[in-house]
């Protein structure tokens, strides 16, 4: 008898060029590709992983950063239990920018856990994380650098969210 295995919406959010779908690819697929094209609208792919001795799907949602899909990303917030807020370490504005993430998401979903990731460490490996960690630390968010280039970090970033998303 087939029994159905529970479903996990997990959304990865951030500005444009941050890396979001190099990561949901490497960690999907294993691979990494050095020029992308921008994520048009919403993406999303699935992963079925083990957990605690349980088998769970994530369904993974790739946000576009361009601010004139906001109307679009909007309703795919619903549902979702956890958040990545990615920033790149060699862009301080896509951390600066991270707090109007959080907002955006918040108004959807009020009781949103989330992660907040800080993403090409492999360009930055002496970044200092100081600020990035006070902001996660506000927002009551572990923080986590990642390199979707070198696959740093990345297993972690989503076992996180899967956590995250299945903690009561
Ligand atoms: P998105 O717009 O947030 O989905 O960003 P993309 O995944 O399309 O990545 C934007 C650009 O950054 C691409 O040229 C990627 O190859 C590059 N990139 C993404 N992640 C990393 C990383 O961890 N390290 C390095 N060196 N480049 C990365
Ligand atoms: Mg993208």
Known sequence: MATSIPLLKIVVAGDGNVGKT??????????????????????????????KGHTIKLSIWDMAGQIHFQSVRTGLYRGSRTAALVHDVTNPDSLAHLQSWYDEITVVVPQQRFLV???KIDLMPNYDSSEAKRFAASIKAPYLATSASSGHGVQKMFLGMAYLALKK
Do not use: P
Request: net charge neutral.
């Open 117 to 119: 990731v800080g993403n």
């Open 22 to 51: 190099s990561l949901i690819r490497q960690y999907c697929e294993g691979r990494f590709e050095q020029s992308r094209v921008a994520t048009i609208g919403v993406d999303f792919q699935t992963k079925t992983i083990e957990i």
